[in-house]
């Protein structure tokens, strides 16, 4: 599958993948930072911002859609990584594809399986009736009858957008309504990438934990862990500037 992406910046490229129900977009902040430094691609992974819909959903053909997009932009080893969903796919992908993974950033995800926890998220977006909604106003009250927190209403919102019939969903919602078991999903036993790699934890989230740093070891034995203070699990919105600074001091 093409995927979209946004390319910006000069130097050694650096690709970021979004998080589930995130976009390319999520990262444009990041991205303004680090222009001078790297070549950044901003990547929409299948079912989500601009990139193809498809039925199938899973970390298999989320690997082999980056596989093909670094292939078809000639880029034989990249700085990698990954949020949460992203996180995911980037660790699969540095698994099987070591030689192509200069070094690897995991942001606030585990290796392990996290069970489905988006059920009021999914009942939320599912709820709003798409061909009578007449504005994004309309569209965020509905929700917040599911989503208390205006800032979450308004991250799912961005993938909202409107078509000639009027409003649409940029995710492919059905398929991910149907399929999100597969989001939690463990990396593979034996699965090991021995690369440099970061993983970066927000303080406030549970997605990382004490528990997991076994298991972080047996995959990825040259790891290193920081913690960004005062973030939660969108770690990058809540605290970009110290993101951006973790970043450049693992990447180098």
């Given at each position: 599958m093409?995927l979209?992406?946004k390319?910006?910046?000069?130097?050694?490229?650096?690709v970021?993948?979004?998080?589930?129900?995130?976009?390319?977009?999520?990262?444009?902040?990041?991205?303004r930072?680090l222009?001078?430094?790297?070549?950044?691609y901003?990547?929409?992974q299948?079912?989500?911002g601009d990139?193809p819909?498809?039925?199938?959903?899973?970390y298999k053909v989320m690997v082999e859609?980056l596989r093909?997009?670094?292939?078809?932009?000639?880029l034989?080893k990249v700085f990698?990584?990954?949020?949460?969903m992203?996180?995911?796919?980037v660790?699969n992908?540095?698994?099987?594809y070591p030689?192509r993974?200069e070094k690897?950033?995991?942001?606030d995800i585990?290796p392990?399986?996290?069970?489905v926890?988006?059920q009021?998220?999914?009942e939320?977006?599912?709820?709003?009736?798409?061909k009578?909604i007449q504005?994004?106003k309309?569209a965020?009250d509905?929700?917040?009858k599911?989503?208390?927190?205006?800032?979450?209403?308004?991250?799912l919102?961005k993938s909202?957008?409107?078509d000639?019939?009027g409003?649409?969903w940029?995710i492919?919602l059905?398929?991910i309504?149907?399929?999100?078991?597969?989001?939690g999903?463990e990396l593979?036993?034996?699965s090991?990438?021995?690369?440099?790699?970061?993983?970066?934890a927000g303080?406030?989230?549970?997605?990382?934990q004490?528990?997991?740093l076994?298991?972080?070891?047996?995959h990825?034995p040259?790891?290193e862990l920081?913690?960004?203070q005062n973030?939660?699990?969108?770690l990058?919105?809540e605290q970009?500037?110290?993101?951006?600074q973790?970043?450049?001091?693992?990447?180098?």
């Open positions: 093409k979209n992406f390319k910006s910046g000069t130097g050694p490229p650096l970021i993948l979004h998080g589930l129900f995130g976009s390319a977009d999520n990262w444009f902040s990041i991205a930072e222009e001078n430094e790297y070549t950044l901003l990547v929409d299948r079912n989500h990139s819909h498809s039925d199938e959903w899973n859609d093909e997009l670094l292939d078809e932009e000639g034989e990698l990584m990954g949020h949460s992203g996180g995911k796919t660790m992908f540095a698994t099987q030689e993974v690897l950033i995991v942001a585990a392990r399986y996290y069970p926890h988006h009021t998220i999914l939320g977006l599912n709820s709003l009736d798409l009578t504005s994004r309309e965020d509905q929700l917040a599911y989503i208390s927190i205006l800032g979450i209403r308004q991250f919102l909202l957008t409107r000639s019939n409003f649409a940029k492919n059905p398929v309504t149907q399929n999100i078991e597969n989001v999903e593979a036993e034996g090991v990438y021995p690369g440099p790699t970061l993983f970066l303080a406030n989230s549970t997605y990382i004490q528990k997991d076994p298991d972080i070891l047996e990825f040259n790891y920081e913690f960004v973030a939660g699990h969108w990058h919105a970009p500037h110290a993101v951006v973790e970043m450049r001091r693992f990447l180098g």
